[in-house]
């Protein structure tokens, strides 16, 4: 069983930046192809980016591109999303979540079949 745990949300101003960091308990994340979701007031999960195995690849949603960055760190132990530029629709449960697969380029927007999940951690902007 993995256990993903994500940090580092918090509240900010709009235009403000936040940086998510998504780690698993005892386990590096060099088999997985990873992700960041996201859970607004009263709305439905949402993707928000994805990046392969390799880190080679990876998605944005439309409204988040130029903004966030989704990255792995060299030692595939965590991955992060760095928010920046934040706006008020931004705000959000943000969940990181975990696919197994044998292929280091694999994303896929299409899909939200993911085997691991993370507790989340809330992203609230407001002035």
């Known amino acids: 069983q993995v256990q993903l745990v994500e940090s580092g949300g918090g509240q900010v101003q709009p235009g403000g930046s936040l940086n998510l960091s998504c780690v698993a308990s005892?386990?590096?994340?060099?088999?997985?192809?990873m992700a960041w979701y996201r859970r607004p007031p009263g709305g439905w999960r949402e993707i928000v980016a994805l990046?392969?195995?390799?880190?080679?690849?990876?998605y944005y949603r439309t409204s988040v591109m130029d903004r966030f960055t989704i990255s792995r760190d060299k030692f595939d132990k965590a991955v992060t999303l760095q928010m920046t530029n934040l706006r008020i629709d931004d705000t959000a449960v943000y969940y990181c979540?975990?696919?197994?697969?044998?292929?280091?380029?694999?994303?896929?927007?299409?899909?939200?079949?993911?085997?691991?999940w993370g507790q989340g951690t809330q992203v609230t902007v407001s002035s």
């Open positions: 005892g386990r590096t994340l060099n088999d997985y192809s």
């Open positions: 990046i392969s195995r390799s880190g080679k690849n990876t």
């Open positions: 979540a975990a696919r197994v697969t044998q292929w280091t380029e694999y994303i896929n927007p299409s899909s939200d079949e993911y085997d691991y």
